[in-house]
Nanobody, 123 residues
Framework: QVQLVESGGGLEQAGGSLSLSCAAS????????QAWFRQAPGKERDFVAA??????YYTDSVKGRFTISRDKADNTMYLQMNSLKPEDTAIYYC??????????????????WGQGTQVTVSS
């Protein structure tokens, strides 16, 4: 069973930065693709970024501002968020793919989820 624990959310002004972490435990987590999604109030859970053994992936709205990375030694994934905008306000969730490579950008493409961490960006 995979367990995921996010941390690092909070309140930041527009133009500022926040860094999220996702500590993972469980079988084969370090060799599986991982991703960040976010969900704003009243909206669906949307893809933000993903990472697998070969590359990183980003939704267009965060390209150039967010950076996903991970440390396989301690099974921790990160999301560095710079130049934050009010529209980045959401609950951010980390998740693990069932495969070593990223095959999709919908929530149904992923198996296990963390509890989420709130990110609020004020204008």
């Amino acid at each position: 069973q995979v367990q995921l624990v996010e941390s690092g959310g909070g309140l930041e002004q527009a133009g500022g930065s926040l860094s999220l972490s996702c500590a993972a435990s469980g079988r084969d987590v370090s060799v599986r693709g991982q991703a960040w999604f976010r969900q704003a109030p009243g909206k669906e859970r949307d893809f933000v970024a993903a990472i697998d053994w070969s590359q990183t992936y980003y939704t267009d709205s965060v390209k150039g501002r967010f950076t996903i990375s991970r440390d396989k030694a301690d099974n921790t994934m990160y999301l560095q968020m710079n130049s934050l905008k009010p529209e980045d306000t959401a609950i951010y969730y980390c998740t693990v793919a069932p495969y070593s490579n990223i095959r999709g950008r919908t929530p149904e493409d992923y198996n296990d989820w963390g509890q989420g961490t709130q990110v609020t960006v004020s204008s």
